[in-house]
């Protein structure tokens, strides 16, 4: 639901203004991925100096770090009850799925490289 703003803050799935209430709120933006990726590159010596990942979906991410096994381990500990459980499923088909933010939001990844560690794989999630 955008109204036109670039930045956006949530509460309880409502959008509300920006600096409502710092700290408590949830904030997103809309951001051209492209141009990023483009100006790190081009700052003097930068981009030999980071590594770009994505973006990609919020719901491949999350799935990629594990939220489905973590999610069932959750709902199927004893204590957890049919109403946790339905809350937990549901969270996770909010975050998740293409219908809802799944596919809307995006995940994009700046990592200081370390010539100490000279990683050749991205991190994980991407």
Same mark, same amino acid.
């Given at each position: 639901?955008?109204?036109?703003?670039?930045?956006?803050?949530?509460?309880?799935?409502?959008?509300?203004?920006?600096?409502?209430?710092?700290?408590?709120?949830?904030?997103?933006? %809309? @951001?051209?991925?492209?141009?990023? #990726?483009?100006?790190?590159?081009?700052?003097? =010596?930068?981009?030999?100096? *980071?590594? $770009?990942?994505?973006?990609?979906?919020?719901?491949?991410?999350?799935?990629?770090?594990?939220?489905?096994?973590?999610?069932?381990?959750?709902?199927?500990?004893?204590?957890?009850?049919?109403?946790?459980?339905? %809350? @937990?499923?549901?969270?996770?088909? #909010?975050?998740?799925?293409?219908?809802?933010? =799944?596919?809307?939001?995006? *995940?994009? $990844?700046?990592?200081?490289?370390?010539?100490?560690?000279?990683?050749?794989?991205?991190?994980?999630?991407?």
């Amino acid at each position: 639901q955008n109204n036109g703003d670039t930045i956006r803050a949530f509460r309880s799935h409502t959008q509300v203004p920006v600096l409502s209430s710092p700290g408590t709120v949830d904030v997103t933006t %809309d @951001v051209d991925f492209h141009a990023l #990726r483009n100006a790190i590159s081009q700052i003097s =010596g930068y981009g030999t100096r *980071v590594g $770009c990942y994505g973006p990609v979906t919020q719901g491949s991410f999350l799935a990629s770090m594990g939220v489905m096994e973590r999610a069932v381990a959750w709902i199927d500990k004893e204590s957890t009850s049919d109403e946790e459980a339905n %809350d @937990v499923v549901e969270a996770l088909d #909010r975050l998740c799925s293409a219908e809802q933010m =799944g596919e809307r939001y995006k *995940v994009f $990844c700046i990592v200081k490289k370390n010539p100490d560690f000279p990683y050749t794989s991205p991190p994980p999630g991407f």
